[in-house]
């Protein structure tokens, strides 16, 4: 069974950076695309970033380009999010999930999802 664990989240203020990782228990991990989603009390699940199988192509919800980069280490079969110049509305439980479409944004296309790992920002 495949299993995802988040970790990295925490408190943070206005204007710091936080990294995201998510280590994924897959024999065959560099063959799917790997994303985070993140969701906001009282708001549904939305896409964040994902990234490629080999980590040459990624793309990034308008509200989070310039301020996140994913990434993911094949060999240690993990994905990270580097999250910087952070505000309140990056307030959310952030998933990292996997999925064997090509670049995937849809939630239903992700296969696998992790347990979240809670980021909140202070003003």
């Known amino acids: 069974q495949v299993q995802l664990v988040e970790s990295g989240g925490g408190l943070v203020q206005a204007g710091g950076s936080l990294r995201l990782s998510c280590a994924a228990s897959?024999?065959?991990?560099?063959?799917?695309?790997m994303g985070w989603f993140r969701q906001a009390p009282g708001k549904e699940r939305e896409f964040v970033t994902h990234?490629?199988?080999?980590?040459?192509?990624?793309n990034y919800a308008d509200a989070v380009k310039g301020r996140y980069t994913i990434s993911r280490d094949n060999a240690k079969n993990t994905v990270y999010l580097q999250m910087t110049s952070l505000t309140p509305e990056d307030t959310a439980m952030y998933y990292c999930?996997?999925?064997?479409?090509?670049?995937?944004?849809?939630?239903?296309?992700?296969?696998?999802w992790g347990q979240g790992t809670q980021v909140t920002v202070s003003s």
């Open positions: 990234i490629s199988y080999t980590g040459g192509i990624t």
């Open positions: 897959l024999r065959t991990f560099s063959t799917y695309t």
């Open positions: 999930a996997a999925s064997r479409q090509f670049m995937a944004t849809i939630l239903s296309k992700y296969d696998s």
